[in-house]
């Protein structure tokens, strides 16, 4: 499961149907004027080390925030005129969209358009966040090696005995993607399982198995984006805590961060408001998001379901080494290879380096997500302070395109 309409070749947002034969966990659209970039010693530049400040209690100044909720109107705004004309939505054009942003000099909360139940959108409805749940593995994963229960350079195979860990990546490799398994792009398998048992539980094991039909190659090359190995290191944490992912991630980072609208699927469920995708009916209302088998199916490579501000949130705490130690986050944000995992985007460890072609700032991290029906974004400016969440309850939308008019705001 790669993210919401990108392919390694071609980034480009997908239409809805090629969407949904990805069952992704993807990463999520990139702008195709993004460009590959390499960084000349293999590693990506210092984008800010220092912990940050707590962050700001007041609003933003109204002329910002009047900005950015323009830009959340727009987006709706075409998109019902598109749909009222009987043309298809555009790229950038949205039923529903939150956004938040979290700084130390303030926050702001906002939400355009509905529901696929009709229900006005609020900055607190909770949404799928698909592959932004790889930010919490890898920090679950990096806080048991900050408290000495984990070797992050011993071989994953170590914790995991089994063939899909037989290319003997170390943990740090799989947490970079460059564990030698192959990049999960489409993968017709895994929506058929979803689509048979919507409303069951599907194990990692399962999932796994849709994914990875190849063996292992060589670890340690350049990077190839792959859900099913998130998949093996939710398994990891499991096999290290003894307790199921959702309660290691509740009790290590989710408490710790101060985030309270946040689900980790299917262990949990989603709080109302929920936001549901246009298509979405009572007849499919599971109370999980996308559906028990879609939450399941993506466990720690995409399962959660949150908020926008608790997403921004998780930004600022997280890469502002305000839930790990400031060297930990320089071992995210860092790229360990010269090549990028998409055009434009390299990878740390569990985090996408966001290259400055992209929101016209200095290099940002954070991480896209997907699934079906779901687009999510999060970008993180450790220079500015600065966290931005935005989801949307459609797939196959533009959300790098829309999170760039968001920074454009807030000049």
């Known amino acids: 499961m790669p993210s919401p309409g990108q392919s390694t070749k071609r980034l480009r947002c997908r239409p809805r149907a090629i969407v949904a034969i990805m069952l992704v ?47 959340l109107d ?30 130390n000099n303030g926050t702001w ?8 139940d009709s229900t006005p959108l609020t ?52 947490l970079s993607m460059r564990s030698g398994l192959p990049a999960d792009d489409a993968h017709a398998d895994a929506l058929l399982l979803t689509l048979r048992h919507r409303h069951h539980h599907i194990t990692p094991e399962q999932s796994a198995r849709t994914l990875v039909s190849d063996r292992p190659s060589r670890p340690g090359g350049a990077p190839a984006y792959s859900n099913a190995v998130f998949l093996l290191l939710g398994l990891l944490i499991e096999h290290v805590t003894q307790q199921p992912f959702a309660a290691a991630v509740r009790a290590d980072l989710i408490r710790p961060a101060g985030l309270d609208r946040i689900a980790v699927q299917d262990a949990e ?19 999980y998001l996308p559906s028990q088998a879609g939450a399941s199916v ?24 305000r839930v790990l130690s400031a060297s930990t986050v320089q071992s995210m944000i860092g790229q360990p290879t010269q090549s990028d995992v998409f055009p434009g985007v390299g990878y740390g460890l569990g985090t996408m380096i966001f290259h400055n072609l992209q929101f016209t700032i200095n290099d940002s991290v954070g991480h896209g997500g997907g699934v079906p029906g779901y687009v999510s974004l999060l970008v993180v400016v450790p220079e500015r302070h600065l966290s931005i969440a935005l989801l949307i309850n459609d797939d196959g939308k533009d959300a790098f395109n829309i999170m760039g008019k968001l920074f454009l705001a807030l000049r």
């Not at 727009?74 to 969209?97: C, K």
């Not at 469920?269 to 599971?286: C, F, I, Q, T």
Request: include cysteine; aromatic fraction near 6%; charged fraction near 15%.
């Open 269 to 287: 469920r989603p709080v109302p408001p929920l936001a549901y995708p246009p298509e979405r009916n009572g007849g499919h209302n599971d109370g």
């Open 74 to 103: 727009q987006v709706v705004a075409e998109y019902n005129q598109l749909r009222r004309h009987g043309f298809p939505a555009t790229h950038e054009a949205v039923p529903g969209i939150t956004a938040a942003v979290v700084g």
């Open 25 to 71: 966990l993807v990463a999520g659209c990139t702008p195709s004027h993004t460009r590959s970039r390499a960084t000349s010693s293999g590693a990506s530049p210092a984008v800010g080390l220092a912990r940050f400040p707590e962050p700001g209690t007041g609003r933003l100044p109204s002329g910002q925030t009047a900005a950015l909720q323009a830009v």
């Open 298 to 321: 993506a466990f720690s490579a995409g399962g959660i379901a949150a908020d926008a501000p608790t997403i921004a949130r998780w930004g600022y705490q997280l890469y502002g080494a």
């Open 109 to 116: 909360m906002g939400a355009a358009g509905r529901s696929g």
């Open 123 to 174: 900055p607190h409805s909770m949404m799928a966040i698909g592959s932004i749940t790889k930010t919490f593995t890898a920090a679950e994963v990096l806080h048991l090696a900050e408290v000495g229960k984990l070797n992050l350079d011993a071989q994953l195979s170590r914790y995991l005995p089994g063939r899909w860990t037989a290319s003997r990546c170390t943990v740090r490799q799989a």
